[in-house]
């Protein structure tokens, strides 16, 4: 439907692995946002495409501790890390727009 790529895909949770295998089966995208997103081998390998990342996250997120996967990305050039200041356990706050303008994330993310 986008024969030329989309610009940002934003994505929460597993969504962010469905979009990322996305990315590195070709799907062209200039950006992926990634809300509250398990840091998976998936994820991984479409930050590793060169695609640009913002990773939007709480310091702790409950439901990824839950299902025992990983919470950070490993660092790289192109991932841009946004970890959310106010202690919250709640796993849908990576995508609420009350959070995004009092942790001011769409700056920080240089979204």
């Known amino acids: 439907m986008a024969p030329h790529g989309l610009q940002s895909v934003f994505a929460h949770s597993y969504g962010g ?7 590195v089966r070709g799907a062209r995208v200039e950006e992926l946002v990634l809300l509250s997103v398990p840091a998976t081998s998936h994820v991984e390998a479409a930050a590793d495409t060169g695609v640009r990342v913002v990773d939007v996250r709480l310091r702790f997120d409950p439901v990824l501790a839950l ?8 660092s790289r050039r192109t991932v841009t890390p946004v970890y959310l200041n106010r202690w919250c356990l709640d796993h849908g706050a990576s995508h609420r727009e009350d959070v995004w303008q009092a942790e001011d994330v769409a700056r920080r993310g240089r979204i």
């Open 67 to 74: 299902a025992r996967t990983r919470q950070r990305l490993q």
């Open 17 to 23: 692995e469905v979009a990322s295998r996305a990315v």
